[in-house]
């Protein structure tokens, strides 16, 4: 049976949301100015509904290693948890990581970070990917950088984040289904920090390269 969403944890954004959570089976883009903000806590609740359900969660090129304990405090098993990491060309290694992800239909979270590279995405290569979400019960979610808001996508979802004051984020909706939403969402992350550019993961979760089978 699919689920159409998973509610964010955030009563105030899944009032937002069409369907009351983030979509799955479709495409959902988080443009960011930088990373560090906070942008990866306010996908952690969702993320441990997912976890608690045994549901197998894939994150593709992530900029700074996760880590782990923030990871296992916020309810997220490490077992069922594989990082994947492009070794040659990033953008398109971590697209082309997570349309095989998607089609391996093993698991429940699919979450990629494309770099600033300066470089425009091909809009075909989105399009395949929110093709191979609509296959899916997936959620599938894609951090890019905020100048990605001037290019077309075919993503169901956009939203763009900034830091306000420590510990919340600033929510802007630039696409949905639905009427437009009217004001920005501000969220406080009650201290979630699942990325920590000053420590190392420990008790490390299973880690590939792109082009390894993931299975």
């Not at 916020?74 to 349309?99: F, Y």
């Not at 929510?171 to 501000?186: N, S, T």
Request: a positive charge.
């Amino acid at each position: 049976v699919r689920t159409a969403s998973v509610a964010s944890g955030f009563p105030r954004l899944d009032r937002e949301l069409p369907g009351g959570g983030w979509p799955t089976g479709a495409l959902t883009e988080i443009l960011v100015a930088g990373h560090g903000i906070g942008e990866v806590s306010m996908l952690l609740p969702a993320l441990a509904r997912l976890s608690g359900a045994g549901r197998w969660q894939i994150w593709i090129a992530p900029p700074h290693a996760p880590y782990a304990p923030a990871l296992v405090q916020a309810g997220i098993a490490l077992s069922r948890l594989i990082v994947v990491t492009p070794e040659h060309a990033p953008q398109r290694d971590a697209l082309w990581s997570m349309e095989q992800a998607l089609r391996s239909s093993v698991c429940g979270a699919v979450v990629g970070w494309l770099p600033a590279t300066g470089r425009a995405v091909p809009y075909a290569a989105l399009r395949r990917l929110q093709v191979a979400a609509e296959d899916s019960d997936v959620l599938v979610m894609l951090f890019r950088p905020a100048e990605a808001s001037r290019e077309a996508s075919p993503a169901v979802l956009r939203l763009a984040v900034e830091p306000a004051e420590e510990g919340h984020l600033t929510v802007h909706i630039l696409k949905r289904r639905g009427l437009p939403a009217e004001a920005p969402i501000h969220l406080n992350l009650n201290r979630h920090h699942a990325v920590d550019r000053r420590h190392p993961a420990k008790a490390p979760a299973r880690s590939i390269a792109a082009g390894e089978p993931i299975n």
